[in-house]
Nanobody, 121 residues
Framework: QVQLVESGGGLVQAGGSLRLACAASGSIFSINAMGWYRQAPGKQRELVTAITPGGSTNYADSVKGRFTISRDNPKNTVYLQMNSLKPEDTGVYYC???????????????WGQGTQVTVSS
């Protein structure tokens, strides 16, 4: 059983910043990649950014230079620093983790409940 809990969402004006955090807890044997997805109204869920245990990252073109992902492996926590926010960044942000619950089991994707980020103009 894995629980992913996001925090840090809220309402911010364009140009402002927010810092999201996602902590994984429960019966976890190992976590590989972690990432952030978002879903804007009327759009499909999209990958925003992801990070490997070793620190390799990728970003959607729309957020490069503005967002930074990081993680604390011993704490099973991933962060998303969002700067220079734009109204088009508005959406529900979901934490994702690719995790193994039991040695010898199967790796699978796990999702948080999501946190709302609203950027006003």
């Amino acid at each position: 059983q894995v629980q992913l809990v996001e925090s840090g969402g809220g309402l911010v004006q364009a140009g402002g910043s927010l810092r999201l955090a996602c902590a994984a807890s429960g019966s976890i044997f190992s976590i590989n990649a972690m990432g952030w997805y978002r879903q804007a109204p009327g759009k499909q869920r999209e990958l925003v950014t992801a990070i490997t245990p070793g620190g390799s990252t990728n970003y959607a073109d729309s957020v490069k230079g503005r967002f930074t992902i990081s993680r604390d492996n011993p704490k099973n926590t991933v962060y998303l620093q969002m700067n220079s926010l734009k109204p088009e960044d508005t959406g529900v942000y979901y934490c994702n983790a690719y995790a193994l619950l039991t040695y010898g089991g199967r790796w699978n994707d796990y999702w948080g409940q999501g946190t709302q980020v609203t950027v006003s103009s």
